[in-house]
Each structure stands twice: as structure tokens, then as C-alpha cells.
């Protein structure tokens, strides 16, 4: 039976993926409602992003002498208060400062539930419990996101902020409810939580999971015209193309957190970047073959999720009295994963070289993130690192 302290953290990843992917879906209407271009209201995809590179560090540092219990209830609070600001305030330049400020507690609320949810754990199965929490995030990709393009759609893009904000305050409850009172989860000052990143781990850990993780928004920034100009799959079909990836994303992370706890997370890590950068090879031949299209998805949102819980194991692993501060700069390098993944998948389009062209970009780069890993596990057995 699954412990209400985890749903509760579930609770919370489903809202902070609904703020972050659910823009994608509306950013149509809200470039419309603004009347500005595409191009710009990508801004608010770009600043939320930066908000939780920002946010991640500062504020687990800020709350470091908190107990996780009021460290989580307190960034939650903030996510209320930034996305319900998001939804109501008028004019361009407003809304991008409420756009980044809603970012900012994405990363400290990974940071310290990832440190909370393995600390809950039955011995052995830390990473499963992670998966748990990152099951939100999952089904916010399945149901949430669909949920709130529909309302952006047929109603107002507000109002699917006002749903995201409303999804804070029911996660500000269960967490208040369910999460039992647990001790801090920092030890020692500012100095010696920055200490980690004085090492050469940390900036392994970082440049692995920046590079690795861009193989993903390598190719799901460009899913649309891959499935209707290369597939050939209708245009109203690739909301439910959408679906099926959510789906696989849903199953990827329960199988990493059971694959983290059976082999070691570094392993899993490695599997899941090497399969990636199979699985994206694959989907660039086959991508032309209608009848894929469908099985492909759900294999390579299965795949590529499939890191989620052991990219976290790692991090908490490698920061002995600093894990809440590395697990939190994780979720920061997974979000310049995004930006870099979609800035260097975009470029050989630019070039002219079609909508399958992304794909070898995630190729190279989950390659790269499966060396990095292997270097490290490398490098651990023979006490370098």
C-alpha cells in the first residue's frame, strides 16, 4: 500500500509539471491573448526554466535550517502564490516576471521531497519511493497537460493557471496532512552545503545530466511536425500521440525506480541513456513509417523517463551532508537540459535538414550523458571520485 506521505509529494510533482509542460499546449492562445508572435511567448517557456536554475540553490539554502515538513509547505506556498499571480496579472512584462518567479520553487521542492521520500523508504527501496513522487510529474504529462491545453483552448489560458494554482492548494493540504514531522534535512553551514560543488563529482553529476536529459527535449520540442510532416499523422491526432508518451513516461519512471534499486542507480543511469540513444536512432529510420509512429512513442517516453528516480539516487548518493543542495541542482541541470536539448535539435532544421534531423541530435547527446555516467561509475571503482 502506497504511504500518503509519498502521494503527498506526488500531489506536488503533478502541479509543478502541469505549470511547466501545460505552456507548451497554450502558448498558441497565450500569444494570441497578448497579441504578440510565437517566437515571443516562448519567453515564458525560457524564463521559467532560468527561474528554476535560480530558485533551486538559493532557496534550499534559505530554508537549510528549516524542517522538510515547513521547507515543503513554505515552497508550495510560493507556488501558490507565483502561478496564482501568473494567472491574473495584465500586460507582457508583468506576466514574464510572474512567469520566472513561479519557477523558482520547481527545484528546492525536488530537492528536498526526492531527500524526504528516500528518507521515508523501506531500506533498499529509496529510489522506488522517488519514482513515487515523480509519478505527479508523469501523470501531469498523461492527463494534466491534455486537461489544461483543452481549457487554454476553449477557454482562456488563465484559467488553466487558475486550475495549476488550485492544484498547488490541494498539495499544500495533503502535505500538511500526511507528511509526518521529520528532522532537518541539512546538516552543517552555507559553506560546507557549497562544498559539493567544489568537487569534481558535482560537475560531473551536472554536465551529465544537462547533456543527457537534452536527448529527451531534443526530440519531444519537435514531436509535433516529426509525427505530421514525417509520420504523416493527422494534426488532430497528435494530442493523442501526446497522450501515449505521457503514458510511457508514467511506466519509464516506475521501472527506473525498481531498475536504481535492483543494479544501482549509476547503472540504471547508464542502461537508460544508452537505450535513449538507441531508442532515438530507431525512431530516426523509422520515423517515416506510419505504423510506428504510435508504438515509438510510448517506447521512447518510457526510455527516456526511465532516469528520473536514478539520476536522483546519484545525487543524493554523491553529497554526503549536502543532498537536499544536490538533488535540488539536478533538477536545475535537467531543466537546462531542456533548453539546450530544444536550442541544438532545432538548429539542423534551421539548416534544412528535415524534422527527423532532431533526433540524432538526442542520439549524440544521450550517448554522451551514458559516457559520463560510465566515467564516473569508472572512476568511483578505483577511488577517484
Not at 128 to 135: D, E, G, N
Not at 142 to 161: A, K, N
Amino acid at each position: 500500500m502506497l504511504k500518503k506521505s509519498l502521494i503527498s509529494l506526488a500531489f506536488g510533482s503533478f502541479a509543478i509539471g502541469m505549470t511547466e509542460f501545460s505552456m507548451m499546449g497554450v502558448l498558441p492562445d497565450v500569444a494570441a491573448d497578448l497579441s504578440i508572435d510565437i517566437p515571443t511567448a516562448g519567453y515564458f517557456i525560457a524564463l521559467y526554466a532560468f527561474g528554476v536554475v535560480v530558485g533551486a540553490p538559493t532557496l534550499v539554502m534559505a530554508l537549510a535550517a528549516y524542517p522538510p515538513k515547513k521547507a515543503l509547505l513554505f515552497l508550495m506556498g510560493l507556488f501558490v502564490l507565483f502561478n496564482g499571480l501568473f494567472a491574473l496579472v495584465p500586460g507582457y512584462h508583468t506576466l514574464l516576471i510572474a512567469r520566472f518567479m513561479s519557477g523558482l520553487p520547481h527545484g528546492a521542492f525536488f530537492g528536498v521531497g526526492s531527500v524526504v521520500a528516500a528518507s521515508l523508504a523501506s531500506r533498499g527501496k529509496e529510489a522506488q519511493a522517488i519514482s513515487i513522487m515523480f509519478t505527479g510529474m508523469t501523470i501531469a504529462n498523461l492527463l494534466g497537460v491534455p486537461l489544461g491545453t483543452y481549457i487554454g483552448h476553449h477557454y482562456s489560458w488563465r484559467y488553466t493557471y487558475v486550475f495549476v494554482t488550485l492544484c498547488g492548494v490541494a498539495t499544500l493540504a495533503a502535505l500538511y496532512v500526511w507528511l509526518p514531522a521529520i528532522k532537518s534535512h541539512l546538516q552543517g553551514g552555507v559553506s560546507q552545503q557549497f562544498h559539493y560543488f567544489k568537487t569534481k563529482t558535482a560537475w560531473l553529476m551536472m554536465a551529465m545530466i544537462s547533456i543527457g536529459t537534452g536527448g529527451l527535449f531534443a526530440w519531444i520540442s519537435y514531436i509535433a511536425p516529426l509525427m505530421t510532416e514525417v509520420a504523416k499523422v493527422q494534426e488532430d491526432q497528435v494530442s493523442f500521440v501526446m497522450v501515449v508518451v505521457g503514458l510511457g513516461m508514467v511506466v519509464g519512471n516506475l521501472i527506473g525506480g525498481k531498475l536504481a534499486d535492483t543494479v544501482t542507480p549509476n547503472k540504471a543511469v547508464i542502461l537508460s541513456f544508452a537505450s535513449m540513444a538507441v531508442c532515438l536512432l530507431v525512431v530516426y529510420f523509422t520515423a517515416h513509417i506510419n505504423a510506428f509512429a504510435y508504438p515509438m512513442a510510448f517506447i521512447t517516453g518510457m526510455i527516456s523517463f526511465s532516469n528520473g528516480s536514478p539520476l536522483q539516487m546519484m545525487l543524493i548518493n554523491s553529497a554526503k551532508h549536502a543532498e537536499t543542495l544536490a538533488a535540488a541542482g539536478g533538477q536545475a541541470s535537467f531543466n537546462l537540459g531542456n533548453t539546450l536539448g530544444a536550442y541544438l535539435g532545432g538548429l539542423p532544421i534551421v539548416w534544412g535538414l528535415g524534422y527527423h534531423s532532431p533526433l540524432l541530435v538526442g542520439v549524440l547527446m544521450a550517448t554522451v550523458g551514458a559516457l559520463f555516467a560510465l566515467y564516473i561509475l569508472v572512476m568511483r571503482k578505483y577511488g577517484r571520485l
